[in-house]
């Protein structure tokens, strides 16, 4: 700052005098420059000396802190050193207590080991003794083991069988329950096919009660079979196989109750008793079997044609004199032989769907 005053001052001296020459003057000039950098080189020295005096006296603080932390740091560490020597002499102390210690105990383990040492012969020649029992148990065991083999190849076996026959089991079990199923599907269709039975019983009974009466037709049902039994005065003439007008009125009613009945087998059976045809017939009917056969299929062609009954439903046969229901020894039994029977028996679903 002195420096540039002079400067300042000399230009001022140089300006108000005027009465410098001109090489002087210029002479000045180049100086005064050389005076502003120098200036300028000065004023930049010292902003450095001042930043390096700022970062002396930082560091010389920092300095002053540490030497401070540092002489705490050293009376903690003399007042460990003192502890430590303290703990020294009593470690010393102990050390001299415990090698007195290990001494007795050296003593006892010398006479501990004498003592192990006589023990230790005494088992060499047990073992000596065990070893040869040893090789006899492990003979025993090698037959127990082979004997365990063998019995659990047998149990093996066993649990196959068990396992096979529990198979066994649950598919019976299966099929048992699938048959008690079937079983309880057939019995209740079986009393449903009885109580339509009934139903088409009543109404027969119902339908020909005055033929009933009169001892004409007899109506039966026995569980799943339904008998309308018809004597041949009723249908037929004597030694005729035509249906006269009466009888196709009696089936006429007949046939309206069974054209109902759309699930059972409907057999038309013809019978006769044991008098013989007579010459005037036998070149019509040579015996009572195509009397009997005729009179049934004659019946069963009514039902069709005109009660409308499915002749898939129908069936004929014919059994002459073979099956009587009465005593052909009397006037009254052979009548009663001489009849039609319509059966209602379970159908024959086979010969129903698949034809002849």
């Known amino acids: 700052m002195k420096i540039r005053c002079h400067v300042i001052f000399l230009i001022a001296v140089l300006l108000i005098t005027g ?4 090489g002087k003057y210029k002479a000045s000039l180049a100086e005064i420059d050389n005076f502003k950098k120098d200036i300028s080189s000065l004023e930049y020295k010292l902003k450095a000396k001042e930043s390096e005096k700022a970062m002396l006296e930082g560091e010389s603080a920092a300095l002053k802190t540490n030497k401070a932390f540092l002489e705490t740091e050293k009376k903690k560490l003399e007042e460990d050193l003192a502890l430590l020597k303290i703990e020294r002499d009593d470690l010393s102390a102990k050390k001299k207590s415990l090698e007195g210690e290990n001494a007795n105990l050296n003593r006892l383990l ?3 080991k004498d003592e192990l040492t006589k023990e230790v012969v005494s088992l060499k020649e047990k073992l000596s003794g065990s070893e040869h029992h040893v090789e ?6 090698q037959a127990k083991e082979s004997q365990v083999s063998e019995v659990k190849g047998e149990i093996e076996n066993l649990k196959n069988e068990i396992r096979s026959k529990d198979m066994q089991v649950a598919e019976l079990k299966t099929e048992i329950e699938g048959l008690s199923k079937e079983k309880s599907k057939a019995i209740e269709e079986k009393e ?6 009934k139903k088409t019983h009543d109404s027969l009974v119902s339908e020909m009660s005055t033929e009933i009466k009169k001892g004409e ?17 009723v249908l037929f003439d004597s030694g005729s196989a035509e249906v006269k007008k009466e009888g196709r009125q009696v089936l006429k009613r007949v ?4 054209k ?14 044991n008098v013989p045809i007579s010459q005037k017939l036998m070149v019509k009917f040579p015996s009572n079997w195509e009397l009997s056969s005729a009179r049934a299929t004659n019946v069963a062609k009514y039902l069709q044609d005109s009660a409308g009954i499915d002749p898939r439903l129908l069936t004929v046969a014919g059994y002459s004199e073979y099956r009587p229901i009465e005593s052909n020894d009397t006037p009254e039994g052979r009548a009663k032989n001489r009849r039609i029977e319509i059966v209602l028996i379970p159908l ?5 769907t698949k034809g002849p």
């Open 19 to 22: 009465c410098v020459s001109s």
């Open 192 to 197: 449903k096919a009885i109580a339509e039975f």
């Open 348 to 352: 024959d679903i086979d010969r129903i």
């Open 136 to 141: 006899e148990l492990k003979t025993g065991v």
């Open 255 to 258: 046939g309206d109750i069974l």
């Open 217 to 233: 037709i007899a109506i039966t049902q026995l569980r799943d079979k339904l008998s309308v039994n018809m004597v041949d005065k």
């Open 260 to 273: 109902k009945v759309s699930d059972k087998q409907i057999k038309v059976e013809g019978h006769t008793d």
């Open 110 to 112: 010398e006479a501990k």
